[in-house]
């Protein structure tokens, strides 16, 4: 699976867009995207997931370069609550079961 | 609440104790997984069953013993462990080892081995 670079930390004024990058430059045609985050003592939580078109769902919507380089997770509207950390992973889905490669991740610390 | 609970979700034991986790989902989803979470590392996936059958053992000590008596429940059974495994092991599921939507995680054991 491709590996992916975010940045160790963000910070976000509550109520603003919070928008967390993930280059994934070695990024192959069947590799999706997926997006993770783990709030602080709790077990990982399923945000979004893409392929090449953009995706939206009720938590966060999920932009992808043309080349998908580089993604996007977008929490349009960030409270206190979304404060954990951002977990940007590729995989491939003909594997045989879906193994997940968690890096470090982007800690987001929104702010009143 | 995911529909994964594991018990207990803290646990201090000695090396020389025996001790087990417990992961039941309420999914009805066929595969489980076993992680550990590290201080400062990232998660590092441990076991895979699917259809109560391990198909992955990642390389992991025999200190650790899996147990998956069926579909809903899963056992990590632990004996005479190191203080280097004092961590947070979380439990997860998916419909099917190939789901591609969601990996449904439990809240997690924060295990301390003195």
């Known amino acids: 699976d491709a590996k992916t670079t975010q940045p160790p930390s963000m910070d976000c004024a509550e109520g603003r867009a919070a928008n967390l990058p993930c280059n994934h430059s070695?990024?192959?045609?069947?590799?999706?995207v997926y997006w993770y985050r783990q709030i602080h003592s709790q077990g990982p939580q399923y945000i979004i997931h893409?392929?090449?078109n953009n995706e939206t769902n009720e938590m966060a919507s999920l932009i992808i370069t043309e080349d998908r380089k580089s993604s996007t997770l977008i929490l349009p509207h960030a409270t206190l609550r979304d404060t954990a950390v951002y977990y940007c992973i590729v995989r491939v889905l003909n594997t045989g079961f879906q193994k997940l490669v968690f890096g470090t991740g982007t800690r987001l610390l929104v702010s009143p | 609440e995911t529909g994964v609970t594991q018990t207990p979700r803290h646990l201090v034991m000695g090396m020389t104790n025996k001790k087990s986790l417990k992961c039941e989902q309420h999914l009805g989803h066929n595969a489980m997984y076993w992680y550990k979470q590290s201080a400062k590392k990232p998660l590092e996936l441990m076991f895979v069953?699917?259809?109560?059958?391990?198909?992955e053992n990642n390389s992991v000590p025999s200190r650790f013993s899996p147990e998956c008596p069926n579909s809903s429940h899963l056992f990590l059974h632990l004996h005479t462990l190191q203080p280097e495994d004092s961590a947070l092991y979380l439990c997860?599921?998916?419909?099917?080892?190939?789901?591609?939507?969601?990996?449904?995680f439990g809240p997690g054991t924060r295990l301390t081995v003195l």
């Open positions: 893409g392929l090449k």
């Open positions: 069953y699917n259809f109560k059958e391990q198909t």
């Open positions: 997860a599921s998916t419909r099917d080892p190939g789901d591609t939507d969601t990996q449904y």
């Open positions: 070695t990024i192959s045609g069947n590799e999706y």
